[in-house]
């Protein structure tokens, strides 16, 4: 079965500096994706960022990137330039029909 | 918002109730989700429909009744639920299901507590 594993529950960061999120995920798929999504307090799920297993090169949208290790099974959320508008929960999930979500990384950016 | 909306976004019922959460989607997707957010679970995937078909069954206790009568609406019917099915009820949908990697779209939710 596949398992996410978000090992912080909590972090905190500064505004502008940068912060890196955890994720491992464990799977006997070869081919999949992997997400993270945003939850603001009080408001809707939205995607973050995206990554598909086949491509090696990370995906970076913006100030987010993710540092994608196949043979570790890991996938970390990079935050830069932290804002206060990225304060929120963060879910790492696994694509396989529907989505396989870890449990969540509360982010707190302090002014 | 992000075009899929949920009502009622607030529930509270007792355990002998029946009641309906329902799902509307504007984004012409095809593909509609059900998932429970418990304070101390991971984000949990109910329920899948795909082109009005349901796929997935997610060892959901019949107390839940999911209908999808079109693509566009989703409804999760409750009866003779538990205390511990208090949650936070998201509807999701995305253009296809797996193996389909569409970004899926979440609602706002519904908050359900059963007393």
């Known amino acids: 079965a596949q398992t996410v594993t978000q090992s912080q529950p909590e972090m905190s960061v500064q505004e502008a500096e940068t912060v890196t999120l955890s994720c491992t995920y464990d799977?006997?798929?070869?081919?999949?994706?992997l997400f993270w999504y945003k939850q603001p307090p009080s408001r809707q799920m939205i995607l973050v960022i995206r990554?598909?297993?086949?491509?090696?090169q990370n995906a970076t949208e913006n100030r987010f990137s993710v540092n994608f290790q196949k043979a570790a099974k890991s996938f970390s959320l990079k935050i830069s330039d932290s804002q206060l508008g990225d304060t929120a929960m963060y879910f790492c999930?696994?694509?396989?029909?529907?989505?396989?979500f870890g449990k969540g990384t509360r982010l707190s950016v302090i002014a | 918002e992000t075009g899929v909306t949920q009502t009622p976004r607030h529930l509270v019922m007792g355990m002998t109730n029946k009641k309906s959460l329902k799902c509307e989607q504007h984004?012409?997707?095809?593909?509609m989700y059900w998932y429970k957010q418990s304070a101390k679970k991971p984000l949990e995937l109910m329920f899948v429909?795909?082109?009005?078909?349901?796929?997935e069954n997610n060892s959901v206790p019949s107390r839940f009744s999911p209908e999808c009568p079109n693509s566009s609406h989703l409804f999760l019917h409750l009866h003779t639920l538990q205390p511990e099915d208090s949650a936070l009820y998201l509807c999701?949908?995305?253009?296809?299901?797996?193996?389909?990697?569409?970004?899926?779209?979440f609602g706002p939710g519904t908050r359900l507590t059963v007393l």
């Open positions: 999701a949908s995305s253009q296809e299901v797996w193996p389909s990697t569409d970004t899926q779209y």
């Open positions: 799977t006997s798929e070869n081919n999949y994706y």
């Open positions: 990554q598909e297993a086949y491509k090696q």
């Open positions: 999930a696994f694509m396989k029909l529907g989505l396989v």
């Open positions: 984004l012409g997707h095809n593909a």
């Open positions: 429909y795909n082109f009005k078909e349901q796929t």
